[in-house]
């Protein structure tokens, strides 16, 4: 037998020889140590806009992840959390960012937005933020009419509805947008406010 028929003949199995060990290499378990994986801050629940950053940090958790999966300005720690409110609500496992924080709960509102303080009995506002929550359409109200004044008002902050009674009045922080400022005013100050489950 010649030397070219002999490589001839071993040339098939040299081939499959060759196939079977690279694709056995393929398929041996990857050992994912050296893999990049970069530590991530994410919501470990449910947290809600407006959250302060000190409750925040008590509820995040660090999670390694691969650095395509990872958002741009997000955190490596709860260290890194800055000072202020979460700007908007974030879902278990979410990740936290650097804008997820703002200064206060009307900066997290946005530009658009200003805080007002008005006095108002329970009955015109316990039952739309118990029922429907802080997000509410404020209406003035007369003997001639009603009159919607703004949607998309946020009630920042108020006393906690269980501690009132049906005729006691509180001091309820609205956030409200720049446009509908004095109308809002004035039917506070006309006592003909009321607030709507949005």
């Known amino acids: 037998m010649n030397l070219k028929s002999i490589v001839k003949r071993a ?14 290499l393929l398929l041996l378990p990857r050992d994912e140590s050296n893999d990049q994986r970069l530590p ?10 407006g959250t302060d950053a000190a409750r925040v940090r008590s509820r995040v958790e660090v999670r390694m992840l691969p650095p395509e999966a990872r958002a741009s300005g997000v955190l490596s720690a ?11 609500s974030h879902e278990s496992g979410q990740q ?52 919607l004044i703004t949607t998309d008002a946020v009630i920042v902050d108020a006393p906690d509805p ?15 947008r720049k446009d509908a400022l004095g109308a809002v005013v004035l039917a506070a100050s006309n006592n003909a406010i009321w607030l709507v489950g949005s």
């Open 11 to 24: 040339t098939a199995p040299m081939v499959a020889f060759v196939c079977v060990g690279v694709g056995g």
């Open 40 to 49: 991530t801050l994410v919501a470990a629940s449910d947290i809600a806009d």
């Open 78 to 88: 709860a260290e890194e959390i800055p000072d202020g409110v979460l700007a908007y």
């Open 96 to 147: 936290i960012l650097t804008s997820s924080f703002a200064a206060d709960r009307i900066a997290a509102l946005g530009d658009d937005f200003v805080a007002v303080s008005i006095r108002v009995d329970s009955p015109r506002w316990v039952g739309p933020l118990v029922i429907t929550g802080r997000i509410v359409d404020l209406y003035e109200v007369d003997a001639e009419e009603v009159r």
């Open 162 to 176: 269980e501690n009132l009674g049906a005729k006691d009045d509180a001091v309820v922080v609205l956030g409200v």
